[in-house]
Nanobody, 123 residues
Framework: VQLQASGGGLVQAGDSLTLSCAASGRTFSGYVMGWFRQCPGKEREFVVAINWSSGNRYYADSMKGRFTISRDNAKNTVYLQMNSLKPEDTAVYYC?????????????????WGQGTEVTVSS
């Protein structure tokens, strides 16, 4: 199983950016796909997750409104659209896959992790 995160880069405050997570190696029906991020000097935190089969979405409270997760079943890809970016959104963003559709905000529930893609938001 491989998760390949991409789409990071340097943007200005207020810009939008969409990250991609290409999944391969198996079918992910029934899996939960999540996005986490690690800001400089901080621990990795949950951002948002989506149930691959049902499409149900789970957002961290602080991420609601500006971040949107979606999936493309045909491409086996999950996306994280980020709007109105702020300097505090600067982080390495990771995608992950969990076989269990519970405790989706808990990192330990995820079985597979991508390598991360770096997002830098300048003020």
């Amino acid at each position: 199983v491989q998760l390949q995160a991409s789409g990071g880069g340097l943007v200005q405050a207020g810009d939008s950016l969409t990250l991609s997570c290409a999944a391969s190696g198996r079918t992910f029906s029934g899996y939960v796909m999540g996005w986490f991020r690690q800001c400089p000097g901080k621990e990795r935190e949950f951002v948002v997750a989506i149930n691959w089969s049902s499409g149900n979405r789970y957002y961290a409270d602080s991420m609601k409104g500006r971040f949107t997760i979606s999936r493309d079943n045909a491409k086996n890809t999950v996306y994280l659209q980020m709007n109105s970016l702020k300097p505090e959104d600067t982080a390495v963003y990771y995608c992950a896959a969990s076989r269990v559709a519970s405790r989706v905000a808990t990192q330990g529930m995820y079985d597979y992790w991508g390598q991360g893609t770096e997002v830098t938001v300048s003020s």
